[in-house]
């Protein structure tokens, strides 16, 4: 069992940044994990932000987010990160931080394939 604990987020104009953290807790070996962000907007169906796999650590990311968004892990503070920049009206959501021990890289961006969620998160861009 993992417990995901979420802070950051909140309201920031258009072009500004905001950083998302999620600590895990639990029995699972937290470098053997892989760590992911989910965001869902009013409206709108879940879909997938940003993923770091499980030990090596390579990142992945969202068309609509790449070049502007960063994942990151600290695994001795058990915790990943999303720093968050020149944000845009349409990345206001509730972003959820997701974490999977067995994830398969072709499910990365799947929902579905995530067993563990944090509680969410509001970010909000104003224009």
């Known amino acids: 069992q993992v417990q995901l604990v979420q802070s950051g987020g909140g309201l920031v104009e258009a072009g500004g940044s905001l950083r998302l953290s999620c600590t895990a807790s639990?029995?699972?070996?937290?470098?053997?994990?892989?760590m992911g962000w989910f965001r869902q907007a009013p409206g709108k169906e879940r879909e997938f932000v940003a993923a770091?796999?499980?030990?090596?650590?390579?990142?992945y990311y969202a068309d609509s987010v790449k070049g502007r968004f960063t994942i990151s892990r600290d695994n001795a503070k058990n915790s990943v990160y999303l720093q968050m920049d020149s944000l845009n009206v349409e990345d206001t959501a509730v972003y959820y931080c997701?974490?999977?021990?067995?994830?398969?890289?072709?499910?990365?961006?799947?929902?579905?394939?995530?067993?563990?969620w944090g509680q969410g998160t509001q970010v909000t861009v104003s224009s």
């Open positions: 770091i796999f499980r030990n090596y650590g390579r990142t």
């Open positions: 997701v974490a999977d021990s067995t994830i398969i890289l072709s499910s990365i961006r799947e929902a579905r394939a995530y067993d563990y």
């Open positions: 639990g029995r699972q070996t937290f470098s053997s994990t892989t």
